[in-house]
């Protein structure tokens, strides 16, 4: 099983459309959280940090679920700016607490389509 | 421009010579990152530095890989003897590093390699 695994895409969706993104960590020791964007030929990006508690930021929700090891982006009312490449991201996926490394899904790119 | 840059940005070489990137991180970050990045992959982690000390290898960093944080600033990555199949996307991140904090990693451009 992969450290950190996500929907392999794409999602293409209309203008509008409410679209979530999924991942599951294996190492349950791992600490922290994060989603980034990446744009085509970009660097990584970080659009949000993940809380236990859940966070919001405008249009984007994240939720982790440590129980589950499973984390989740949802982003609503979509825009054709938001097309991209998201990248589901843990800190301490190998060696739990005190390792800061980074270990990056492979990615689902979405396309918003006018 | 305060955010981490990178040299060069693009670099294309032959089978069996040396390059040599460098990473300017952002200002008083005194933690610095190494990550390669292939087509449809997601970044994977190479090194880092805490200031000057080199705390984490990944098992990817070959003999043929070095990297440098000799003043605890800027970093070098050098790989000798360079394979096809080191062609990639090098990133360097850098972050805050302070106790308490939420450890939040800033990347900069990149440098993309051709061995050819």
């Known amino acids: 099983r992969k450290e950190v695994e996500q929907d392999p895409g794409p999602f293409n969706v209309p203008e509008g459309a409410t679209v979530a993104f999924n991942c599951t960590y294996s190492n349950s020791a791992s600490q922290s959280f994060f989603w980034y964007r990446q744009d085509c030929r970009k660097e990584p990006k970080l659009l949000m940090s993940v809380y236990s508690s859940g966070n919001e930021d405008g249009r984007f929700t994240a939720q982790l679920n440590r129980a589950s090891q499973y984390i989740s982006l949802l982003i609503r009312d979509s825009k054709l700016s938001d097309s991209a490449t998201y990248l589901c991201?843990?800190?301490?996926?190998?060696?739990?607490?005190?390792?800061?490394?980074?270990?990056f899904g492979k990615g689902t790119k979405l396309s918003v389509i006018p | 421009d305060t955010g981490v840059s990178q040299n060069p940005r693009h670099k294309i070489t032959k089978r069996g010579q040396n390059v040599t990137f460098r990473c300017d991180p952002i200002?008083?970050?005194?933690?610095l990152y190494w990550y390669r990045q292939t087509l449809g992959q997601g970044p994977e982690f190479l090194t880092y530095?805490?200031?000057?000390?080199?705390?984490?290898k990944s098992r990817l960093l070959s003999d043929r890989f070095s990297a440098e944080r000799p003043k605890g600033s800027f970093s070098t990555l050098e790989i000798q003897r360079t394979e096809q199949g080191d062609s990639a996307m090098y990133l360097c991140a850098s972050s805050r590093g302070r106790t308490g904090e939420m450890e939040t990693q800033y990347f900069g451009p990149g440098t993309r390699l051709l061995v050819l």
């Open positions: 530095f805490q200031n000057e000390a080199q705390l984490e």
């Open positions: 991201v843990v800190m301490g996926a190998y060696s739990g607490a005190g390792s800061y490394q980074l270990t």
């Open positions: 200002s008083e970050h005194n933690r």
